[in-house]
């Protein structure tokens, strides 16, 4: 808490208004919120699983086709499709049955990232320039009171001049 005599003395430094500083604090906070978002989703992805076990969740498996984005058609016939847009097809080594996994493209994390940078970017920049109005603001209020008392001390001892403006 500040206990200077003006308010202005209270001001945030300067040197915390660098575009350096101000990107390292956007980069840590985005990283903090993305670990504390990245641990919602997993979360909500493990709370799905259906009643009936699919067989890559009971034996071991192998990727017959790789991650790819769902087509017309496919988002309608597989199931798997609906939670992320995206499937693997594999092969259950015991079962040697054949069917579609949900998986996470790298793409698609790349732009949700980028997306998510974007806008915590962009609130850093206005909530900064927001505290930099009103801090100015709040300058100029303790300057305007100063000046005022102090008029007013000389216009009650009779030496006071009226300010040009």
Known sequence: ????????????????????????????WGLVSLRVFGAALLSDEKATVAVTAPCWQLEEFVVAKECSACEGLQSK?????????????????K???????????????????????GVMLALTVV?????VARQ????????????????????SVGRAKLPVM
């Open 1 to 28: 808490m500040c206990t200077r005599a003006m308010e202005s003395d209270c001001r945030i430094p300067m040197a915390c208004l660098r575009p350096r500083i101000l990107a390292l604090h956007a980069l840590f």
């Open 77 to 93: 016939t597989i199931p798997a499709c609906s939670q992320t847009g995206f499937v693997e097809k594999i092969n259950c080594t």
């Open 95 to 117: 079962s040697n049955r054949d069917e579609y996994k949900s998986c996470r493209s790298t793409k698609m994390e790349e732009h949700l990232f980028w997306k998510f940078e």
């Open 127 to 131: 909530f900064a320039i927001m505290v």
């Open 136 to 155: 100015r603001s709040l300058d100029r209020q303790a300057s305007d009171k100063y000046f005022l008392s102090s008029y007013y001390r000389r216009v």
